[in-house]
């Protein structure tokens, strides 16, 4: 890609490099006739706004209307600040600005197209269209890439910048819509670069599509596929019951990776004419190797999974023999020794929670979201999402169910309110058909929680309720809430109060990191609660066992050092 020229200002593209920074306005308010204690409190704001923002007083445009702009996307909490705080440094910012006679006009700190850039979109006869190309022409203008220049590294390139800048909401529909547009205004104005740009994509398939492998393959595909949907009763060692629709997908997707990994290893596409060819030992090995080295040499959980299909079809379709079948067996299990118990973008995530503030915020939010709904002016819906959201999130913290059961909890089938100790509770339960891994869920929420989720019942989710509907969450049609909708609800709720970035599923871990830190040891209640066998239980949590025996250790430290000080030991 072409390298940036000096003319890019600070790595921004977006900033007109003659825009002033505060790093000047700073120097400006040493020779305004001010008090010292004014001073020093309006460049305390700039240098706070700065930290805020993680960039240096040389890096910050001094404009108004960019402070503005820029401060709408700090979030107090994870900032470790008040809203209030905000808003001070803000209006002392702004001061500060107008003090120094900084401009508050969007046009001033905006990078202007160059002039080759300028009469492209001045040919646009769409000014949403102009608007769409205008980061592109600033992007590529910093660059010095004139129009026809643009390849679709520049799109690429455009994509990493706006992820990384904080002004827009999501990027990568940003960068699309300028593609497309640049496609389409090709067939439509004279003398438009001829080249055709492709949207950048975070993950580039890499997999071949199944119907491109010989048709005696897919056909052998197709065969065990029925097997697993529609399970023969005589069948000695067939499944049970028939495997949910997402993990039939599931299943054919990972022999489409594993043919594909063979393929792209260098195997004739026609020499893999039934699963049989998958599941050959050498085959199987090429393709993991394949597997584990797009992945940095190392074993994942889904490369795990994948060599347990294959044994899978090993052993009840292809039928190898028994010396076949256990060195299959020994390959997957020295995989599942490798594999780390959690992935690692989910320990990311949890690392969030032991900071002992964050851990407090995400336990106590359904009583701020409670308290949030309680305030006087909030319009109906607002509060019914509010209160919504509290009683998924308690639920989740008390009985951390997958977001699919959570979502499609129905108040006819799986809820009952009964007294208990003179108390009124809530039970959860679901059947084992409705649960992934085919277990029964039962878990009981306390008085408190019943609470709330009577006041959601009473007061919220009558605002939601568009058509009758028996479903906890229910969606405008009648049926359940989407579990995607349902998930992004939570996901931007905690984001919202906490500063924090915590998804649905990620419960179920901090479910292990609660249970793990507050009774050590106790894998047992922690499979029961999240409806899985002892040893995933133990394999998945463990870590969180061994940071609170090091905590407990590190504390018989401080203890041995408290009873031993040096003045206090007197040699015999």
Same mark, same amino acid.
């Given at each position: 890609m072409t390298q940036p020229n000096p003319n890019m200002a600070?790595?921004?593209?977006?900033?007109?490099?003659?825009? *002033?920074?505060?790093?000047?306005?700073?120097?400006?308010?040493? !020779?305004?006739?001010?008090s010292p204690t004014r001073r020093r409190d309006l460049r305390s704001a700039i240098r706070s706004l700065c930290r805020l923002i993680g960039k240096t007083p040389e890096e910050v445009p001094a404009n108004i209307n960019w402070v503005h702009v820029r401060l709408r996307r700090v979030h107090p909490v994870s900032a470790g600040i008040s809203d209030k705080r905000v808003k001070n440094i803000k209006a002392d910012v702004i001061k500060a600005l107008g003090l120094c006679g900084c401009s508050r006009e969007r046009s001033d700190w905006l990078r202007q197209p160059s002039p080759h850039?300028?009469?492209l979109l001045d040919r646009i006869p769409d000014k949403h269209d102009r608007w769409k190309l205008m980061q592109l022409a600033q992007y590529c203008t910093a660059l010095g890439v004139a129009p026809g220049e643009v390849d679709n590294e520049h799109p690429a390139g455009l994509l990493a910048v706006l992820e990384t800048e904080t002004f827009v909401d999501k990027p990568a529909g940003k960068v699309g819509a300028a593609v497309g547009v640049w496609n389409r205004l090709r067939e439509t104005i004279e003398g438009w670069p001829a080249r055709v740009l492709v949207a950048p994509r975070k993950k580039e398939?890499?997999?071949? *599509?199944?119907?491109?492998?010989? !048709?005696?393959?897919?056909a052998d595909v197709e065969r065990w596929i029925e097997r697993l949907a529609r399970p023969c009763l005589l069948d000695e060692d067939g499944p049970v019951k028939p495997l949910r629709p997402s993990t039939i997908r599931h299943r054919r997707f990972q022999i489409q990776e594993i043919a594909s990994a063979l393929v792209?290893?260098?195997? !004739?596409?026609?020499? +893999?004419?039934?699963? @049989?060819?998958?599941?050959?030992l050498d085959a199987f090995k090429t393709g993991l190797r394949f597997m584990i080295g797009r992945f940095g040499d190392k074993p994942t959980e889904a490369i795990h999974g994948l060599a347990m299909g294959m044994k899978a079809i090993a052993t009840h379709h292809v039928r190898v023999d028994d010396g076949h079948l256990k060195e299959m067996r020994r390959i997957c299990q020295r995989l599942n020794l490798q594999v780390e118990g959690l992935r690692e973008k989910n320990?990311?995530?949890?690392?969030?929670?032991?900071?002992? +503030?964050?851990?407090?915020?995400?336990?106590?939010?359904? @009583?701020?979201?409670?308290? !949030? @709904?309680?305030?006087?002016?909030?319009?109906?819906?607002?509060r019914a999402l509010l209160l919504q959201a509290a009683v998924a999130i308690e639920i989740l913290l008390y009985a951390p169910l997958r977001i699919g059961n959570l979502s499609a909890l129905s108040l006819?089938?799986? +809820?009952?309110f009964v007294t208990t100790r003179r108390q009124r509770c809530t039970t959860i339960s679901i059947p084992a058909h409705e649960v992934k891994n085919g277990k029964d869920l039962n878990h009981e929420l306390s008085p408190e929680s019943t609470k709330l989720l009577k006041l959601y019942l009473d007061e919220a989710r009558?605002?939601?309720?568009?058509?009758?509907?028996?479903?906890?969450?229910?969606?405008?049609?009648?049926? *359940?809430?989407?579990? @995607?909708?349902?998930?992004?609800? +939570?996901?931007?709720t905690i984001r919202e109060f906490t500063g924090m970035v915590i998804h649905a599923h990620l419960f179920r871990s901090i479910a292990g990191k609660i249970h793990s830190t507050v009774q050590p040891g106790d894998f047992v209640t922690l499979s029961h609660v999240i409806s899985d066998s002892l040893k995933t239980a133990m394999k998945s949590y463990a870590q969180f066992e061994q940071k609170a025996a090091l905590r407990h250790y590190q504390g018989s430290v401080d203890a041995a050092r408290r009873r031993y000080r040096p003045e206090d030991v007197h040699h015999g």
């Amino acid at each position: 890609m072409t390298q940036p020229n000096p003319n890019m200002a600070n790595g921004d593209p977006f900033v007109d490099p003659a825009t *002033p920074r505060m790093s000047a306005v700073l120097g400006q308010l040493e !020779e305004l006739d001010l008090s010292p204690t004014r001073r020093r409190d309006l460049r305390s704001a700039i240098r706070s706004l700065c930290r805020l923002i993680g960039k240096t007083p040389e890096e910050v445009p001094a404009n108004i209307n960019w402070v503005h702009v820029r401060l709408r996307r700090v979030h107090p909490v994870s900032a470790g600040i008040s809203d209030k705080r905000v808003k001070n440094i803000k209006a002392d910012v702004i001061k500060a600005l107008g003090l120094c006679g900084c401009s508050r006009e969007r046009s001033d700190w905006l990078r202007q197209p160059s002039p080759h850039w300028q009469v492209l979109l001045d040919r646009i006869p769409d000014k949403h269209d102009r608007w769409k190309l205008m980061q592109l022409a600033q992007y590529c203008t910093a660059l010095g890439v004139a129009p026809g220049e643009v390849d679709n590294e520049h799109p690429a390139g455009l994509l990493a910048v706006l992820e990384t800048e904080t002004f827009v909401d999501k990027p990568a529909g940003k960068v699309g819509a300028a593609v497309g547009v640049w496609n389409r205004l090709r067939e439509t104005i004279e003398g438009w670069p001829a080249r055709v740009l492709v949207a950048p994509r975070k993950k580039e398939p890499w997999t071949i *599509p199944l119907a491109t492998f010989p !048709e005696s393959f897919q056909a052998d595909v197709e065969r065990w596929i029925e097997r697993l949907a529609r399970p023969c009763l005589l069948d000695e060692d067939g499944p049970v019951k028939p495997l949910r629709p997402s993990t039939i997908r599931h299943r054919r997707f990972q022999i489409q990776e594993i043919a594909s990994a063979l393929v792209l290893s260098g195997r !004739e596409m026609s020499s +893999i004419d039934s699963l @049989a060819a998958l599941v050959d030992l050498d085959a199987f090995k090429t393709g993991l190797r394949f597997m584990i080295g797009r992945f940095g040499d190392k074993p994942t959980e889904a490369i795990h999974g994948l060599a347990m299909g294959m044994k899978a079809i090993a052993t009840h379709h292809v039928r190898v023999d028994d010396g076949h079948l256990k060195e299959m067996r020994r390959i997957c299990q020295r995989l599942n020794l490798q594999v780390e118990g959690l992935r690692e973008k989910n320990r990311r995530r949890l690392e969030q929670l032991d900071d002992d +503030i964050n851990l407090a915020r995400l336990l106590h939010l359904p @009583a701020q979201l409670l308290k !949030e @709904a309680s305030k006087p002016g909030l319009r109906d819906h607002r509060r019914a999402l509010l209160l919504q959201a509290a009683v998924a999130i308690e639920i989740l913290l008390y009985a951390p169910l997958r977001i699919g059961n959570l979502s499609a909890l129905s108040l006819e089938r799986h +809820i009952r309110f009964v007294t208990t100790r003179r108390q009124r509770c809530t039970t959860i339960s679901i059947p084992a058909h409705e649960v992934k891994n085919g277990k029964d869920l039962n878990h009981e929420l306390s008085p408190e929680s019943t609470k709330l989720l009577k006041l959601y019942l009473d007061e919220a989710r009558p605002v939601l309720l568009q058509e009758p509907s028996d479903y906890l969450f229910p969606a405008q049609n009648g049926g *359940p809430r989407v579990a @995607a909708s349902l998930s992004n609800l +939570i996901k931007t709720t905690i984001r919202e109060f906490t500063g924090m970035v915590i998804h649905a599923h990620l419960f179920r871990s901090i479910a292990g990191k609660i249970h793990s830190t507050v009774q050590p040891g106790d894998f047992v209640t922690l499979s029961h609660v999240i409806s899985d066998s002892l040893k995933t239980a133990m394999k998945s949590y463990a870590q969180f066992e061994q940071k609170a025996a090091l905590r407990h250790y590190q504390g018989s430290v401080d203890a041995a050092r408290r009873r031993y000080r040096p003045e206090d030991v007197h040699h015999g």
